[in-house]
């Protein structure tokens, strides 16, 4: 394995979805799938730290991963932004924050870095610094309260709360689910059901796009793949 997945847990926040960390033993290169979240990912390389904002992603892409890398990831949940710096600006892109040897800087101030222990009290500090919100309405409606947003607000919402459409963002989830069954050994007939594909050329399309492999080659497990982890299926509608 190229990137070893240490820890990944679940959060109670409620801006936080998990956090997760994993380490590197070799240089190589990995594909990095689509996701509708953003991170805020902690590096340590060659004994340096860097923080870095890393945006959703719409499309699979081949990354490059140095030897002996240490990384922490907070993964937001949809719909939670920085008020000053919209989701949209983040989408298909990273941006790396002012990062000196004790302290990284954010909107003029300096944060210590954040743990993997500690994420959760980081987070809810950035909210009370008014640097970190949620949009209550967007997450309603992913939980499905299809009253929480009107049909003419949905679209505005969404865009500024997550960087993309309701149907970008359910078709991500969707590749993924996909292919978190594919890697527990589902056939690739059950997850068309399961994931709700119209068939296996709809499923090959969208897993090609998103995740960067047919049905095939995920279930064989031929290629390193970036954080991906098993969720629940995503609403249909």
Known sequence: ??????DNRLSDSLFIERVWRCHSERAGMFVSVATSHWDIVVTRLDGKLT????????KASEVFCPAHGEWLGIRLKAGTFMPELPVSRLLDTNFDLPSGQ???????????YPTFDNAETFVARLA???????????AAALDGDE???????AQRHFLFATGMSRAALRQIERARHAASLLREGVSIGD????????????????????IGLTPARIA???RQLSFLYKTRPPRRE
């Open 1 to 6: 394995m190229l990137i070893s997945f240490d």
């Open 51 to 58: 923080v870095t904002l890393k945006g959703p992603e719409t």
């Open 102 to 112: 004790r302290t990284f800087r954010l909107d003029g101030s300096a944060w210590e």
């Open 128 to 138: 009370r610094a008014g640097l970190l919100a949620r949009d209550t309405a967007v």
């Open 147 to 153: 009253q929480a947003l009107s049909r003419r607000s």
């Open 191 to 210: 997850t068309i059901e399961q994931a709700g594909f119209f068939d296996q050329a709809h499923l090959s399309r969208s897993l090609g796009r998103l």
């Open 220 to 222: 064989r497990e031929e």
